[in-house]
């Protein structure tokens, strides 16, 4: 008998739509989608820290190799997974919500903000940490060392 695939994708699915997969944010509430598809991750792969050569008596710190990427490519990938995971089929205006949620002047999110439910809401997604643990946004180059000297947060770029 082959292996039934479609029975463990089936209770999964009815596993992720019996949980309270609602959240809030901002003073708004939404809720996150039972699945996505797997491409919606994929703009995480953008998010890299930046990535520094072996260290020399003249430049402690090694010559930059790759500057990682910057701020506005970190915040239109953490926009475009959480864009991606919120359910805009039971509340249609909850995409447009949410963007003016993240252009609000009074009481802004910050990146902090965002960062975090970014990575709460892959980790719903995929039923365990994404990887993307609190000392790294990413997978670095393996051409030097990684640094994330003043930076904000251990792993995220300093703008």
Known sequence: M???????????????????RSFRIGGETFERRPK???????????MKVPTFGPPTPDNPRGDLIDPGSSRA??????????LAHIDTDGDPTAEERYL??????????????LYELMRWLTTEEV???????ADST???QSTGTSSTDGSSQPGIRAA
């Open 36 to 46: 996505v598809h797997p491409e919606a991750l994929l703009p995480l792969d953008r």
């Open 100 to 113: 003016a949620l993240r252009a609000r002047k009074t009481d802004p999110l910050d990146f902090a903000d």
């Open 2 to 20: 082959p292996h039934d695939f479609d029975q463990e994708r089936r209770a999964r699915l009815e596993q992720a739509r019996t949980v309270d």
């Open 138 to 140: 990413g997978t670095p």
């Open 127 to 133: 039923g365990r940490p994404t990887g993307l643990s």
């Open 73 to 82: 490519e970190d915040l239109a990938a953490i926009d475009a997974v959480v």
